[in-house]
């Protein structure tokens, strides 16, 4: 029996899934779009130990990590902070690629670079006692048609101060979390812009726990005028409009946000 090299079998897999999910979303959507150029992002949540201090995990990503993402080839790596409750701490992690392939290349094997072991050695070789984190979740998202890249602010470009609200719509079900991809590139993505917003990316789920959902990130520079920013969303007539429209009915059944600071070494 032949075997299959472990990267090829990422690489063919991952490029399946994700011309399944372009395929299903030119389908139904209003009207056809490019699917060209989206890109697509990785999303890992850190889950700490409560009480436990973040340092040992946030000193490899600085040092360690996000260099080794950097030489190859990714570019912006953000890293940021947040507090479901004050007992569960929580790193976040968002990591864009060009493609199913980059996603491979940029992720295997990295933990037997020389550099990132060397770097990295506080974190990779902490005894079971001192474990740096409890779980680690991870979602593969493809961005949407009607965002396919990336944006950033700004004042995120600039490192000004800045936060990030992170937000997740789960669905009862595929078409209808496909409906809901449907609503924000007809018009609620540009609702978005139009109110500042401030949108950095938007991505369907592919995969990761408790599919099927959608994933998207909006900025503002602090919390009033973040607040401010969903207030004027909230009464756009366009948006008024959307909600009221019954193609767009039961599209999310649960909502689950965070707000997020971006640690000092982060690039978004």
């Known amino acids: 029996m032949d075997i299959i090299p472990r990267r090829s079998f990422i690489k063919t897999t991952l490029t399946a899934t994700a011309a399944t999910a372009m395929g299903a979303s030119a389908s139904t959507a209003a009207e056809p779009r490019p ?11 850190y889950r700490l130990a ?22 190859r080839g990714v570019a912006t790596v953000g890293v940021f902070t947040g507090t479901p409750s004050p007992a569960a701490p929580v790193v976040w992690v968002l990591i864009p690629f060009t493609s199913p392939e980059s ?13 990132v072991l060397a770097a990295g050695a506080d974190y990779l070789q902490v005894p079971r006692s001192a474990a740096a984190f409890e779980r680690m979740d991870s979602w593969l998202l493809l961005a949407f048609a009607g965002m396919p890249r990336m944006e950033l602010p700004a004042y995120s470009r600039a490192r000004q101060p800045r936060l990030f609200e992170l937000r997740t719509y789960e669905s009862y ?5 496909r409906k809901k991809v449907d609503m924000f590139n007809d018009g609620e993505i540009q609702v978005m812009r139009d109110v500042d917003l401030a949108p950095v990316f938007y991505g369907e789920a592919l995969t990761g726990p408790n599919l099927p ?10 919390a009033e ?12 007539p366009e948006w008024v409009k959307m909600r009221s429209d019954p193609q767009y009915a039961d599209t999310m059944s649960k909502n689950i ?12």
């Not at 994933?215 to 503002?220: D, E, G, N, Q, V």
């Not at 005028?225 to 756009?236: C, E, G, S, Y």
Request: charged share 20%; glycine share 4%.
């Open 173 to 177: 079900s595929e078409l209808k979390a």
């Open 213 to 222: 959902h959608l994933t998207y990130m909006t900025s503002a520079t602090d």
């Open 35 to 45: 699917d060209t150029g989206r890109e697509f992002y990785e999303l890992r949540s």
């Open 103 to 115: 996603f491979v290349n940029a992720t295997t094997g990295i933990h037997t670079t020389p550099a």
């Open 257 to 268: 946000s965070h707000m997020l600071i971006p640690t000092s070494y982060s690039q978004i």
């Open 225 to 236: 005028a973040h607040k401010l920013h969903w207030d004027a969303f909230r009464v756009h």
């Open 50 to 71: 409560a009480g436990a201090s973040s340092a040992p995990l946030e000193g490899y990503l600085e040092k360690a990590f996000i260099p080794e993402m950097n030489r």
